[in-house]
């Protein structure tokens, strides 16, 4: 970040009351205020919830000069495009108006029901109920029958996290594409794997069969081969 946008922006901070005044702590989120520059982001705050998984950030980015509200769950996080703004005035009114209500919504996947993804009988698809709840060490932390929107029309339906390796993978169903494919992080970094690409359910169930085993053997591999 260019060393004048940074104290542009700290000075417009610096004027405005309301990151004073953060609540310590909502519902059971607890605030991290940050203020620091990372790359040509500037982080503001947020609430996090650690044993959860679950938190809100909020952040300047320099490229584009906006505003910016994003959600995590797990090791996944979304930016919440709806509240790009350029004004911080406007950016104040909009976490007056939206913070409580998006912090309580973070982790409440059900009642999120999309037309086209209950189209494809997603969240009552049998198979999801012979899903091991740990495989690998590896912890089932989302299921289809709480799929969650991410952006661009994907949908997480399946994720299985490894917080301790800062490693998951997640199927995702994108209702644009109409189909389904999948990404891992591994020690934090993004990776398209596309053993899991599939056109519909059935053939999803088969590569899951064939592959989610392996491909969490494999994702932790790396990860010990990136330390070693």
């Not at 650690?50 to 930016?79: M, P, Q, V």
């Not at 913070?99 to 973070?106: A, E």
């Not at 698809?125 to 952006?151: A, D, R």
Request: net charge negative.
């Amino acid at each position: 970040m260019l060393s004048e946008v940074k104290q542009k922006l700290e000075n417009e901070i610096a004027e405005q009351k309301f990151f004073n005044e953060l609540e310590e702590s909502i519902f059971d989120f607890n605030l991290i205020k940050i203020f620091q520059e990372d790359d040509n982001i500037y982080n503001l705050f947020g609430y996090v919830n650690e044993s959860k998984h679950f938190g809100l950030k909020t952040c300047f980015h320099a490229d584009t000069k906006e505003f910016r509200i994003s959600k995590k769950f797990g090791l996944n996080e979304f930016c919440l495009t709806e509240f790009f703004t350029e004004d911080i005035s406007k950016f104040i009114e909009i976490l007056q108006s939206e913070l409580k209500k998006l912090i309580d919504s973070i982790d409440k996947f059900d009642g999120d029901e999309n037309f086209f993804v209950e189209q494809k009988q997603i969240s009552k698809w049998k198979y999801s109920e012979n899903l091991p709840e740990c495989l690998e060490n590896f912890q089932l932390f989302m299921n289809p029958k709480k799929y969650l929107e991410v952006t661009n029309g994907s949908f997480v339906i399946i994720n299985y996290c490894d917080f301790k390796i800062d490693s998951d993978l997640a199927i995702y169903y994108n209702i644009f594409s109409d189909n389904f494919g999948s990404e891992a992080r591994i020690n934090g970094a993004p990776t398209v794997i596309y053993d899991f690409d599939s056109d519909n359910l059935k053939e999803l169930e088969e590569k899951l069969n064939n592959n989610l085993q392996i491909q969490l053997k494999n994702i932790r591999a790396e990860v010990q081969s990136q330390t070693n």
